[in-house]
């Protein structure tokens, strides 16, 4: 499912003195001890809060099971099952929707910023026009959070037995605008009826939910799957 959000906008410098007086500028300050003009680029050593993010919601159903509840509600009942898992390890939990509700990307990803120290979980399901394809696949867009995707993907795959379809990097809006450790998983084809009657079961939804908070844990310890 196309979850990118539109296209990237680019922005262009023009004129070489403003060039010029940019690049002096940044090594000036870099001289002055202004560290400031750098980003630092977030790291998952130290998060203590997570993000939980259900998709889609309201209006929005996301992918259509072939029997049973659509995405939107089983991504925010995985999302519930996932909180209470790590509050007990002291984490924070927010979650970017907690009852059945539109939620715009934008905003999505505006919740996800305003936290320090914290990291972004994406939860989905999957559907395609070929029932056949079933599996579970993790995205990321910075490479920095490829082992953090790893980490969610192996864990739920020592709990689902599925095809491994891999992890990922991907442009998907709620990843490529996120200034947090951000992952997108995508936790089965509810298009498939193999897949979709295992999602169905709230046994395997906690199975699930469980999975995806030891790939957290895991990922918090510096554990390389």
């Known amino acids: ?22 690049f002096a500028g ?3 300050a870099g001289l002055l001890g202004g560290c ?3 980003q630092p680029i977030p790291d998952t050593s130290t998060f203590h809060t997570v993000i ?34 790590l509050e007990r390890y002291g984490y924070r939990v927010i979650l970017t929707r907690n009852s059945d509700v539109f939620i715009p990307l934008g905003q999505r990803v505006a919740i996800s910023n305003s936290y320090p ?10 559907h395609a026009r070929r029932r056949a394809a079933s599996g579970l696949e993790t995205y990321y867009y910075n490479p920095r959070y490829r082992r953090f995707a790893a980490n969610i993907q192996q864990e739920i795959l020592k709990t689902y037995r599925c095809p491994d379809r891999g ?5 998907f809006y709620v990843l490529r605008n996120n200034r947090r450790p951000a992952v997108l998983v995508e936790l089965g084809f509810l298009s498939n009826a193999s ?6 079961d709230p046994r395997h939804r906690q199975r699930l ?11 918090r310890a510096g554990q390389r799957p």
């Open 1 to 22: 499912m196309d979850r990118s959000g539109g296209k990237h906008a680019k922005s262009h410098a023009t004129g070489k003195p403003g060039i010029l007086a940019g």
């Open 209 to 219: 939910a469980e999975a995806i908070a030891r790939g957290i844990l895991d990922e």
């Open 167 to 171: 992890v990922k990097p991907a442009r």
């Open 52 to 85: 939980l993010d259900a998709g889609h919601g309201g209006h929005d159903q996301g992918g259509r099971s072939v029997r049973g509840y659509n995405e939107k509600v089983l991504a925010l009942d995985v999302a519930k099952r996932t909180k209470p898992i």
């Open 117 to 126: 120290n914290s990291v972004f979980v994406s939860i989905h399901f999957n």
């Open 26 to 28: 940044i090594l000036l």
């Open 36 to 38: 400031s003009v750098f």
């Open 195 to 200: 897949d979709n009657k295992l999602a169905q």
